[in-house]
T-cell receptor
Framework: GAVVSQHPSWVICKSGTSVKIECRSL??????MFWYRQFPKQSLMLMAT?????????EQGVEKDKFLINHASLTLSTLTVTSAHPEDSSFYIC?????????????FGPGTRLLVL | DQQVKQNSPSLSVQEGRISILNCDYT??????FLWYKKYPAEGPTFLIS?????DKNEDGRFTVFLNKSAKHLSLHIVPSQPGDSAVYFC??????????FGTGTSLTVIP
């Protein structure tokens, strides 16, 4: 159990376009979902924390208008990279904390690789 | 297919003693490992890393050991402090289109 999926797994887009990444908890409801990005050989960096039905909390240095996060239900959060540029190319990972049970457990999605040309 | 496993979901240690958190992996191609620490209601933050060309990396109270033949790594915290109580994740670097993360070990340091 406790599976988190991400879609798409990889995406290539032109500079200036917007890209939406979905994060779904498949067999549990998630109170909180987290979004991260990771550059090659670097550590995971938290971008934002989203709670269902409320606005996301962004980490310092992360542009809210650039990375739009929507957490419309207990099983789905989306990250939209608006007007993507080559420097946004990265690996984006989401994670979800369950509504019930041990709430500090965090289940990670497989990640989405974004390449902006 | 879980390529990184942390078989101990929880660990309790007395303050001042050593905490040892273990992680096993299956893919011998992994050349770099990272440990993350996560406090309640927060996302993981990077703690320490180790390259496969080394078998030990030390940073203050934190030391990570890598045993490539056993495909095993461990994080030692000494001396353990109550503020170290958190969930610890091990992870190899992302390879290709996949990202792997251990399931985490919840450490409780008892004052």
């Amino acid at each position: 159990g406790a599976v988190v999926s991400q879609h798409p797994s990889w995406v290539i887009c032109k500079s200036g376009t917007s890209v939406k990444i979905e994060c779904r908890s498949l067999d549990f409801q998630a109170t909180t979902m987290f979004w991260y990005r990771q550059f090659p050989k670097q550590s995971l960096m938290l971008m934002a924390t989203s709670n269902e039905g409320s606005k996301a909390t962004y980490e310092q240095g992360v542009e809210k208008d650039k990375f739009l996060i929507n957490h419309a239900s207990l099983t789905l959060s989306t990250l939209t990279v608006t007007s993507a540029h080559p420097e946004d190319s990265s690996f984006y990972i989401c994670s979800a904390s369950p509504l019930t049970g041990y709430q500090e457990t965090q289940y990670f999605g497989p990640g989405t690789r974004l390449l902006v040309l | 297919d879980q390529q990184v496993k942390q078989n101990s979901p929880s660990l309790s240690v007395q303050e001042g003693r050593i905490s040892i958190l273990n992680c096993d992996y299956t893919n011998s191609m992994f050349d770099y490992f990272l440990w993350y620490k996560k406090y309640p209601a927060e996302g993981p933050t990077f703690l320490i890393s180790i390259s496969s060309i080394k078998d030990k990396n030390e940073d203050g109270r934190f030391t990570v050991f890598l045993n490539k033949s056993a495909k095993h790594l461990s994080l030692h915290i000494v001396p353990s402090q109550p503020g170290d109580s958190a969930v610890y994740f091990c992870a190899p670097p992302n390879t290709g289109n996949q990202f792997y993360f251990g399931t985490g070990t919840s450490l409780t340091v008892i004052p």
